[in-house]
């Protein structure tokens, strides 16, 4: 099977899947990486990690895709609090957020993309991407780069 792109179908594929067996769920974060270790163009993230929790946060539920398959549905217990407990947005495809990324001047290989809805002291969603030594936040609504943090 061909890898396919993220965006809102492969989104809605892996919440079928997963409200399947577990209708409160909710998609809090996506986490994609290339089987290369970084890459430059959409098609190269060719595995990701799809994560849900439940409407009270005390389970975490993930699904893996790779190969150009979902993989089985795994459930912990395990309380989510890293992100606000709101559905993702699904109107920007990686397409046109690596666009944005490369648009903004940000020309480097990729070792990680996140979307996520944003923490409780921010609002919106965000694509994170980590570039080497530096995550480069984009909003996941109007494309624009909300901010630049560099590790140390």
């Known amino acids: 099977m061909v890898a396919k792109i993220f965006g809102p179908e492969m989104m809605a594929e892996a919440e079928k899947i997963v409200k399947s067996n577990y209708p409160t769920a909710v998609q809090v974060e996506d986490v994609g990486t290339s089987s290369k270790g970084s890459?430059?163009?959409?098609?190269?993230?060719?595995?990701?990690?799809?994560?849900?929790t439940d409407i009270d946060g005390t389970e975490t539920i993930t699904l893996d895709y790779s190969k150009g398959e979902f993989d089985?549905?795994?459930?912990?217990?395990k309380s989510w609090a890293k992100t606000q407990i709101r559905e993702l947005p699904r109107?920007?495809?990686?397409?046109?957020?690596?666009n944005r990324?490369?648009?903004a001047g940000h020309k480097e290989s990729v070792q990680s993309i996140t979307l996520s809805v944003a923490s409780p002291q921010e609002k919106g969603a965000n694509f994170i991407f980590k570039t080497g030594k530096k995550f480069v936040y984009i909003d996941a609504f109007s494309g624009v780069v909300r901010?630049?943090?560099e590790e140390k």
Not at 39 to 52: G, L, S
Not at 72 to 77: C, G, K, L, S, T
Not at 91 to 98: E, F, G, I, S, T
């Open 101 to 103: 990324l490369r648009y």
């Open 91 to 98: 109107n920007m495809d990686l397409v046109q957020a690596l």
């Open 39 to 52: 890459a430059y163009m959409a098609e190269e993230f060719d595995q990701w990690k799809f994560i849900f």
């Open 72 to 77: 089985r549905i795994d459930r912990e217990v």
């Open 147 to 149: 901010r630049v943090m």
